[in-house]
């Protein structure tokens, strides 16, 4: 009896050493954040020490620090950071949405995929900052011009996602789905979007990295406010430090939105763990 509750408590002390193990493992990455970035913030003081760098050529963290506390007291961060997350938002659902029509129709007929992919592979060949001051000579230099940026170079990856995944459903599913007699809309929703979600949300993931890029590379061109112009602004003004603080805030805006995509991807896709 005593040798039964003795291996009884050595296999449960062996279960509880192994979920901590398990939960180390998972949450190393989060652990060791702070040390990197504590790394990374000492190293950059310590360059500007070794190099003595004036402020507009390389700012210290504590002048960055300092600008960004001062633009965030008076509202200028936020300001500009609303018109540029807009511009992301609406882009990207305007690439995303239409993205995904057209990839659904390329993927259902062969023939006109074979038509118009010369067609879109052109369009992808020409780079976004070649098309963008056209855009801004068709559409102004408003809100809409930076949308259609954002738009124009989340779109291709989009589409090649929603193609490929479409096309990974088994044949077999299919057939199955047909002889239950289940309408096209069923096919939809219950087969086709959740076959193919994992590869939607892979190209989803790019798609809000690169969402960034195009509402920047729109307010290059031309703007009055987002962060694109905050940065035209300070370099003109050699104020390296706001330069900075705009540029740590689109890495933040990025992280974020793929961060938020990452939670979306590990709730929608749970049911693959089983």
């Known amino acids: 009896m005593v040798a039964i509750v003795m291996g009884a408590v050595s296999y449960l002390n062996w279960i509880e050493e192994e979920i901590k193990e398990y939960m180390w493992q998972q949450h190393l990455d989060l652990l060791l954040m702070p040390f990197v970035l504590t790394g990374f913030i000492s190293m950059w003081q310590l360059l500007v020490w070794w190099g003595d760098y004036p402020a507009f050529i390389l700012p210290a963290p504590r002048d960055v620090a300092n600008t960004l506390m001062h633009v965030l007291a008076d509202g200028t961060l936020w300001q500009h950071v609303q018109v540029t997350l807009w511009e992301i938002v609406a882009g990207l659902l ?26 879109l592979v052109a369009m992808q060949a ?11 000579i068709w559409f102004g230099s408003g809100y809409l011009s930076k949308i259609l940026v954002c738009a124009l170079i989340v779109f291709f990856p989009a589409l090649i996602s929603t193609v490929v995944g479409l096309r990974s459903v088994e044949p077999n599913l299919r057939d199955l789905m ?3 007699q289940a309408s096209r809309w069923q096919m939809f929703y219950m087969l086709e979007v959740p076959a193919a979600l994992p590869v939607l949300l892979g190209g989803l993931k790019i798609g809000v ?66």
């Open 94 to 119: 305007l690439g995303l949405g239409t993205a995904v029509v057209v990839g659904y129709t390329l993927a259902k007929h062969q023939l006109l995929e074979k038509l118009l992919s010369p067609y």
């Open 126 to 136: 020409v780079p976004v900052i070649a098309i963008a001051p056209l855009l801004v």
């Open 178 to 180: 047909r002889s239950l």
């Open 209 to 274: 990295t690169l969402s960034v890029i195009g509402a920047v590379v729109g307010e290059f061109m031309a703007a009055n406010q987002g962060l694109g112009f905050l940065i035209n602004q300070a370099r003109g003004l050699f104020n390296t430090p706001l330069v900075f603080v705009a540029i740590l805030t689109l890495v933040f805006i990025t992280l974020t939105m793929y961060g938020l995509v990452a939670l979306l991807e590990t709730r929608l896709l749970r049911w693959r763990e089983h």
